[in-house]
């Protein structure tokens, strides 16, 4: 019995992995440029968006529920930002000063956002679908209001400083991937070392019963979310200082791709089980499809959609293994 | 209060009615996507200016604008702008063109004057006048201007928007007036019309690369992002980019003589202007209108930038 239990956490845990892989060899065949540093770093930098939202959303679908505002609300909190750092040229003459005060407050708008989200589940014991649904509509036509219908742009003079954090590079590796990395390593002590991690598993197996065993199931649901949107709101402030920009085509679909990372990397969409590590390397497998694509003209243009759908499949065949196992 | 309420509507109609009878009035209904992107962006923005434009020039003229998000809705506008405002000119640019031609067709046969703007409708005969753009003249001046700037030949990549129509016809006819040059397309691929995608794609281009000469980006948006990648793999030096759509940061850079972005191609935002202007012209002019107006897609060059730049437009 122990042997067996432990032979299928071990092909969960390394199917992504092998994906992932596999992924790279079929990337170094294609072409050679695809080892070279800059490309790989791209790749890294790339995924940091989606790997970040997407740890957020390990936490929200471990505990059973879903959130699909996650892309407008990256494009609201963008546009936020990016309307508080050039209002505040005027007043504050320190750039610094004001990226650093933009931060606070995308912060603070990730975390009022994602509390509105949790409430409206917990408290108005609304279904998290139709909450996070009708929430998403509202932030994006808010961005595209706040728009005009146009985009966005930073000033130049800040946005040539702030340009730093997304083209930056530490030992060789940019900025973002870093944030990538602390966000993953706090996310996994958080999900798998913590009472809080351990309540997020409980009420994802069965809500019932966690709320008899005396967890408080609207409290830890609702930080879920509130940590959903800090990530997303972490995720905009390596976003925006890359192209200096906002508009309403802004985080377009980064829900999907989000819930896709966390799928493939393990966790289960009904909830009661999560993995950071996989998240993470979901994230990448995503990014690298599309890198991949990029970099071969042997598959048409017009099936690129199709060469996605198939490995995403794949790699969550390749890590469901395990469970057809179990069931024969 | 369950009478009131229904009395509401009631009353609201009769007013409605009451001055569209007695108002000597006329009312140009203008129906027209939301400004989801953009370029989109940049037409709301003009066909506000026009409204306005029109109404305090001409008082007996009544405009009403409305934008949809989807080829549904603004089917559900065309029927409000006939059985609620009661309009007697149709300013359309259609979401997709099937979809939407039958009803037009509906708002003709009630008797209503019809322009079409940019997307044609599926069947003739139900415009009376069609304004729009030439997606494929657009397609070939950003070809003709590789080919004199490459004149020697040279290696380009194009990034494309989205497999649309439009996409297909500028892409086409950018590549058959190629034909036949010393001109090496190395690769394309979608960017989607947007910056993210212009970044994501020209990264990979560079990388995959080692010598590009030429960029078509083929939407100012794309260019956006391409310039980026462009900077950050510090390779400015070696190439230029060709956009298109005429969005007013990159026709600054024109205007400034940026190397990176010598030119740009037009696909102006403003031919709803057009449109409205002289469908209002039917009803303050004896000028023969009916036909078709096809705008150029000139190349907007440092000398002739300023008059393509408007700073306030969000486009």
């Known amino acids: ?328 | 209060m369950k009478i009131l309420q229904r009395l509401v509507p009631v009353i609201t109609g009769c007013l409605l009615l009451g001055v569209t009878a007695n108002a000597v009035a006329q009312t140009i209904g203008v129906s027209i996507p939301a400004a989801t992107h953009g370029w989109a962006g940049g037409m709301n923005f003009h066909a506000e200016e026009t409204k306005k434009r029109l109404e305090a020039a001409y008082p007996e003229l009544s405009i009403v604008l409305l934008t949809a998000n989807s080829a549904s809705e603004q089917a559900n506008d065309l029927e409000d702008l006939v059985a609620i405002h009661n309009i007697d000119a149709l300013v359309v640019l259609p979401f997709e063109s099937a979809p939407l031609t039958g009803p037009v067709r509906n708002v003709k046969r009630q008797g209503v004057f019809i322009t079409v703007v940019d997307r044609g409708l599926s069947e003739p005969g139900i415009q009376d006048v069609y304004v729009a753009g030439n997606n494929v003249e657009m397609g070939r001046v950003s070809a003709q201007y590789m080919k004199q700037r490459l004149s020697g030949g040279g290696d380009i990549v194009v990034l494309r928007g989205i497999p649309t129509v439009i996409d297909e016809q500028r892409f086409g006819a950018f590549m058959a007036e190629l034909e036949g040059s010393n001109i090496n397309v190395l690769d394309n691929q979608y960017a989607n019309w947007n910056r993210d995608d212009g970044f994501t794609v020209m990264q990979d281009f560079l990388a995959r690369f080692s010598k590009i000469d030429g960029v078509w980006a083929q939407d100012d948006d794309i260019a956006i992002g391409v310039i980026q990648a462009v900077r950050q793999a510090r390779r400015q030096d070696e190439l230029f980019i060709v956009g298109g759509g005429g969005m007013k940061d990159i026709v600054r850079r024109v205007m400034d003589g940026d190397r990176l972005t010598p030119v740009d191609v037009l696909y102006p935002p403003s031919m709803i202007a057009t449109a409205m202007e002289l469908t209002a012209l039917k009803f303050i002019s004896n000028a023969p209108l009916n036909g078709e107006y096809i705008l150029g897609s000139p190349l907007i060059t440092p000398e002739n930038a300023a008059q393509y730049y408007f700073p306030d437009s969000p486009f």
């Open chain 1, 1 to 328: 019995m122990p042997e067996k239990y432990f032979a299928a956490i071990d092909l969960k845990t390394a199917g992504p992995f092998l994906a992932l892989i596999a992924l790279i060899v079929i990337g170094m065949l294609v072409n050679e440029a695809f080892l070279s540093t800059g490309n790989l770093s791209n790749i890294l930098a790339r995924s940091s968006f989606i790997g970040i939202v997407a740890i957020g959303a390990t936490f929200v679908i471990t505990a059973g529920g879903i959130d699909l505002s996650v892309g407008a609300m990256a494009a609201f909190i963008s546009g936020c930002m990016i309307l508080i750092m050039n209002s505040l040229m005027e007043s504050i003459e320190s750039s610094v000063t004001i990226i650093l005060l933009a931060i606070l407050a995308s912060i603070g708008i990730g975390a009022l956002a994602g509390l509105l989200n949790g409430l409206l589940t917990t408290k108005a014991k609304i279904e998290a679908f139709i909450v996070t649904l009708g929430t998403m509509g509202i932030y994006r036509s808010l961005i595209t209001y706040m728009a005009d219908g146009g985009t966005l742009s930073l000033n130049f003079t800040i946005g040539d400083i702030y340009s730093e954090v997304y083209y930056g590079t530490l030992l060789g590796l940019p900025y973002p991937v870093w944030v990538f990395l602390l966000v993953a390593v706090v996310g996994y002590i958080l999900l798998n070392k913590t009472v809080f991690g351990r309540h997020c598993f409980a009420i994802g197996s069965n809500e019932q019963v966690a709320l008899y065993s005396a967890i408080h199931v609207d409290r830890v649901k609702t930080m879920t979310y509130m940590l959903q949107g800090v990530c997303v709101s972490i995720a905009t402030i390596i976003y925006v200082p890359r192209l200096g920009s906002a508009s309403g085509q802004t985080g377009i679909l980064w829900e999907l791709e989000a819930i896709a990372a966390v799928i493939i990397g393990g966790t289960v969409l009904k909830g009661g089980y999560g993995r950071i590590w996989g998240t993470v390397v979901g994230a990448l497998i995503l990014t690298l499809i599309g890198n991949i694509l990029n970099l071969t003209d042997a598959i048409s243009n017009y099936l690129n959609g199709a060469v996605q759908g198939i490995i995403v499949i794949v790699a969550v065949y390749l890590q469901r293994g395990a469970w057809r196992k179990k069931k024969h």
